[in-house]
Nanobody
Framework: QVQLVESGGGLVQAGVSLRLSCAGS????????MGWFRQAPGKEREFVAA????????YYADSVQGRFTISRDNAKNTMYLLMDTLKPEDAAVYYC????????????????????WGQGTQVLVSS
């Protein structure tokens, strides 16, 4: 089992960068495929980015492709989301999620695939 805690959110101006972190507790952080999701007010939660257990493969939603970068440091039990050139439409509560895997190098795009979730960190972007 893993507990996830997001941090790094805040209020920023459009065009700047922000890095979110997701710290995982417990052992075997490297056995979890992980992802970032976000939920804007009045909207459903949506997929943002996903990463395999080793970090060797990543996948992004079209809306953030080329602007956001997902990464992880298994030695530090931490996953990151670097968000460049933020837009007002990126404003949302960002959640990290983890899926335990005994093996497999895949990533997951559907929130129903994930077993564990953080409490979220809010990102506000002013225009």
């Amino acid at each position: 089992q893993v507990q996830l805690v997001e941090s790094g959110g805040g209020l920023v101006q459009a065009g700047v960068s922000l890095r979110l972190s997701c710290a995982g507790s417990g052992r075997s952080f490297g056995n979890y495929a992980m992802g970032w999701f976000r939920q804007a007010p009045g909207k459903e939660r949506e997929f943002v980015a996903a990463i395999t257990r080793s970090g060797s493969s990543t996948y992004y939603a079209d809306s953030v492709q080329g602007r956001f970068t997902i990464s992880r440091d298994n030695a530090k039990n931490t996953m990151y989301l670097l968000m460049d050139t933020l837009k007002p439409e990126d404003a949302a509560v960002y959640y990290c999620a983890a899926k335990f895997l005994y093996y497999s190098g895949t990533y997951y795009l559907n929130e129903d695939d994930y077993d564990y979730w953080g409490q979220g960190t809010q990102v506000l972007v002013s225009s």
